[in-house]
T-cell receptor, first 109, second 115 residues
Framework: GENVEQHPSTLSVQEGDSAVIKCTYS??????FPWYKQELGKRPQLIID?????GEKKDQRIAVTLNKTAKHFSLHITETQPEDSAVYFC????????FGTGTRLLVSP | GAVVSQHPSWVICKSGTSVKIECRSL??????MFWYRQFPKQSLMLMAT?????????EQGVEKDKFLINHASLTLSTLTVTSAHPEDSSFYIC???????????FGPGTRLTVT
């Protein structure tokens, strides 16, 4: 089955800096890679996703890149703001999703 | 947009009792729903896939006799935690596939505390 690894587990940045979170996956059949932001006690919120036929996708300050050959994908957040502080999960799969272990992002003013 | 609700949002029960959690798709039909469990400061782990009109598919290591899943209609799936123990205390989240390929819509979650 699919296995998704995520790092770093924690990431502290200053407001305005960029943040990068990386994930690797094992199953070459996986073709959907979403990223979720989760605040304490809340449901995961989809912030961006990418499908296997695309190498990069951007939405304002957030971008995701996918390298199918190397089986890794990354989340890039530019101009970070304190409200970006949360736990971020990557996920991968075909019909069902396997989640990464999460990254706790702390953006300091 | 697609909305998934869960009920209750939180529940406290005594050890040995059973608890039922409902997951509803409010404005769309879902022949499939997914049940996840999330322990504090951990990731979401898929427990089972609920299929309308047929048996659920459980992930490896999940006890099907302990976590009973019923998907009796196109808008409702239920998870019953039977003979709950303190180690079953967790955040249970359901999701349903939306209209866009592969996307999932998550419910708000149910926090279960077993005393």
């Amino acid at each position: 089955g699919e296995n998704v690894e995520q790092h770093p587990s924690t990431l502290s940045v200053q407001e305005g800096d960029s943040a990068v979170i990386k994930c690797t996956y094992s199953d070459s059949a996986s073709n959907y890679f979403p990223w979720y932001k989760q605040e304490l006690g809340k449901r995961p919120q989809l912030i961006i996703d990418i499908r296997s036929n695309v190498g990069e996708k951007k939405d304002q300050r957030i971008a995701v890149t996918l390298n199918k050959t190397a089986k890794h994908f990354s989340l890039h957040i530019t101009e970070t703001q304190p409200e970006d502080s949360a736990v971020y999960f990557c996920a991968g799969g075909f019909q069902k999703l396997v989640f990464g272990t999460g990254t706790r992002l702390l953006v300091s003013p | 947009g697609a909305v998934v609700s869960q009920h209750p949002s939180w529940v406290i029960c005594k050890s040995g009792t059973s608890v039922k959690i409902e997951c509803r798709s409010l404005d769309f039909q879902a022949t499939t729903m997914f049940w996840y469990r999330q322990f504090p400061k951990q990731s979401l782990m898929l427990m089972a896939t609920s299929n309308e009109g047929s048996k659920a598919t459980y992930e490896q290591g999940v006890e099907k006799d302990k976590f009973l899943i019923n998907h009796a209609s196109l808008t409702l799936s239920t998870l019953t935690v039977t003979s709950a123990h303190p180690e079953d205390s967790s955040f249970y989240i359901c999701s349903a596939p939306g209209l866009a390929p592969y996307e999932q819509y998550f419910g708000p979650g149910t926090r279960l505390t077993v005393t």
